[in-house]
């Protein structure tokens, strides 16, 4: 297991499993947070040893979202000049490039959340593909209660998720989304009575799909981001490209016959990525 000052990281068996550990501070997103971060999925992405990702948390709430402090030290939101204002932009980019790793990386990643996911951490949970919930959780867009408008990914991909005139509501209003009617309205997949079924749950969901060939996976995630954003002629096109690159008969035979022999499929990692800057 690897300590970090804000996540605690372990793999297992080709699952690889971050926590938050700030519980004290409600798992609010400091600037150590986004560092962090960062790095973690720079890592996993670049190393292609984990074939799924689980995301969990620690204490009461999931992550209150963003620690208010950030604004007044690490991020300086100057409206006092055009110049002050154009950095606005470019540290937004910054920190809406991190919450994006969620979403490009190479393996799916799960997540599993209890108590309150607030702000930011509505941003960070929309990024990632499967969302699992407590009974007691809930979603707030707390961006419009402090004075702003959210602007890490929630309101880009929250319609993706839910009906547009439930995320408006939330978003206008910032209201609380209980559990039971963010499953009715499919934000999560399935609400649990306790944290420790759900996280069980995630494993569950983790190992099955590392069991699964990765590039398979991999093509898989490609083929559903993209059908989200373009039209179905375009998306039936891209699946052709995609297949015929990643295709493997061995893949096909290994896992007809593994499951005829009733024992688990071995498939060829992910390949390692070097950044071109380190070659």
């Known amino acids: 297991m690897t300590h970090l000052s ?7 068996e080709h699952i690889a499993h971050l926590v ?9 997103m400091n600037p150590t947070f986004w560092r962090e971060l960062d790095g973690v999925l720079t890592h ?21 979202g963003m620690a208010l402090d950030t604004f007044s030290n690490a991020i300086q939101m100057d409206d006092q000049s055009p110049e002050g204002r154009a950095a606005i ?12 790793k969620l979403e490009t990386l190479r393996i799916p ?15 960070m949970v929309t990024a990632c593909c499967i969302r699992y919930a407590t009974k007691d959780t809930f979603f707030c867009i707390q961006e419009i209660n ?28 910032g209201r609380r989304l209980k559990a039971d009617k963010a499953l009715i309205y499919g934000l999560v997949n399935e609400v649990f009575e306790t944290n420790d079924d759900m996280l069980a749950a995630a494993m569950q969901c983790a190992k099955e799909i590392a069991r699964k060939p990765p590039i398979a996976i991999w093509g898989t995630k490609q083929a559903i981001h993209y059908a989200r954003d373009h039209s179905v002629e375009d998306s039936l096109k891209q699946m052709g490209w995609l297949q015929g690159a ?10 007809i016959v593994a499951a005829k022999e009733k024992r688990t499929a071995q498939f060829t990692a992910l390949a390692p990525l070097t950044p071109f800057a380190n070659l």
Request: net charge neutral; hydrophobic share 45%.
């Open 146 to 173: 402090i004075g702003m408008v959210a602007d890490v990914g929630t309101l880009q991909r929250l319609p993706k998720l839910m009906p547009e005139a439930v995320v408006k509501e939330l978003a206008y209003t």
């Open 89 to 100: 932009f470019d540290s937004l980019t910054d920190l809406q490039a991190t919450f994006s």
């Open 20 to 28: 938050l550990n700030r519980p004290e501070a409600m798992n609010t």
């Open 44 to 64: 996993i992405q670049r190393d292609g040893a984990a074939r799924a990702l689980v995301i969990s948390s620690t204490g009461k709430h999931f992550s209150a």
């Open 246 to 255: 990643i295709w493997s008969n061995a893949h096909v035979r290994e896992a």
């Open 109 to 123: 990643v799960i997540v599993a959340i209890q108590g309150g996911c607030i702000g930011g951490a509505v941003d």
């Open 6 to 12: 804000y996540f605690n990281l372990s793999t297992t």
